[in-house]
């Protein structure tokens, strides 16, 4: 039987630990994990690691000195950096020392994975160099406000579980980020990942939609089609703005909760699927159900585990770290090279209420990039929009 390889993650970070652990062992990788370099000595002197993956600032040394004693201690063991934005040029040194690669945080798993794989597969002495993993399209969560963070470790215990799960929040605050990060942390993470806005389906499609229909069950269905259920059976189903949907879709929504099968449109025999359901809502379904609007059993049955994503107004902890990765991520799809914001543009941009949220935020911070003429974005005229501009 062939040897698992082994990952050694170092962060003084609980919940990012757990994240990481439970991926790479999703992967087929033996992780372990430290909380800082003292202990990350500790396990490597008991054995031999394919890779080690270590942050920079912990409370008990540096992930830079670390890496220098395991170039020391056990060379040709690679090494990846983890860094945060602020902290890339640090990381570039580091390189240039000997580390085989560095992550900017937030990372997409996706894309540490494929590093942690080039690293395993080469080595800290031959210069093996990669493209540097950048984040994905707003993928994984930045966490530097304390709810959040404690939202992440959530996310983390919900992963591995089959419950159904109902998240809430303000438009804008990334509940489909919760919903795919869900997906890729479970064991479903090798199935598909299905979506529905169930606000963008007239009432209707939207059983057709969702359950599928056969040849003949309606005028110009000239075959059969299979619906996202039966699209997402292995996986996840992401249904947003699950407020929307009408009372008999909802009765029909509720028997596949609980019997785990339903009937195409049209059809005389049920169909069998194995669906993880993920829901979303900006609304108060117990007002809704108040007002007749929507089941109650159903309410109970998709709020089995509710997660609360707080408004960005809440957690301005995030408004820095996320326009710096919005930034990066504008620069790539525009083709710009601004090198970041000035601190008074940064000021204002963490006074700002967004209504809008993280979305409204990710929007500004585009804009911002395609008008700015400079190295930096600034308060000048065209760079924010003339509401925030008119709050200074």
């Known amino acids: 039987m062939k040897e698992k390889k082994r990952v050694l993650i170092v962060d003084d970070e609980l919940n990012i630990r757990r994240i990481l652990q439970a991926a790479f062992d999703r992967n087929g990788w033996h992780s372990m994990a430290a909380s800082g370099p003292l202990e990350a000595l500790d396990i490597l002197s008991q054995g031999p690691v394919d890779c080690v993956l270590t942050d920079v600032t912990m409370p008990d040394g540096s992930g830079h000195d670390l890496r220098r004693t395991i170039a020391e201690r056990w ?161 996840t189903l992401f249904l947003d703005e699950i407020g929307e949907i009408p009372l008999p879709v909802q009765v029909k929504l509720l028997r596949v909760l609980q019997e785990r099968e339903f009937e195409r449109l049209g059809a005389t025999r049920p169909t069998r699927v194995d669906v993880r359901l993920v829901t979303a809502t900006n609304q108060d379904l117990q007002r809704a159900v108040d007002d007749g609007a929507f089941r109650l059993d159903l309410l109970y049955r998709l709020q089995v585990v509710e997660v609360h994503l707080p408004p960005l107004r809440e957690r301005v902890a995030d408004i820095r770290p996320l326009a710096t990765h919005f930034l990066e991520k504008a620069n790539e799809e525009n083709g710009r090279q601004i090198g970041g914001f000035d601190e008074e543009a940064m000021a204002l941009l963490e006074r700002h209420v967004w209504p809008g949220n993280v979305r409204e935020l990710e929007n500004v911070v585009e804009r911002a990039v395609v008008m700015a003429g400079r190295d930096a974005v600034t308060l000048e005229t065209r760079h924010l929009p003339p509401a925030l501009r008119s709050a200074a």
Do not use: W
Request: hydrophobic share 40%; charged share 20%; with cysteine.
């Open 75 to 235: 060379p040709g063991t690679p090494v990846v950096v983890m860094t945060a934005f602020g902290s890339i040029p640090d990381a570039v040194i580091a390189m240039r020392e000997g580390a085989f690669e560095y992550v900017s945080k937030p990372f997409d798993l996706e894309s540490l994975k494929k590093t942690i794989v080039a690293a395993m597969g080469g080595s800290a002495k031959t210069g093996s160099r990669h493209k540097r993993a950048t984040p994905g399209p707003s993928r994984t969560f930045i966490a530097e406000a304390p709810a959040m963070k404690c939202l992440m470790e959530e996310i983390a215990q919900i992963a591995d579980s089959k419950a159904t799960v109902l998240v809430t929040g303000e438009s804008g605050t990334g509940k489909e980020v919760v919903a795919r990060t869900i997906h890729d942390l479970s064991p479903r993470n090798g199935g598909p990942f299905v979506a529905v806005s169930c606000a963008a389906l007239p009432e209707t499609l939207l059983e057709s939609e969702l359950f599928g229909y056969e040849k003949g069950a309606f005028t110009g269905a000239s075959g059969a089609k299979a619906g996202r259920f039966e699209q997402a059976d292995g996986g």
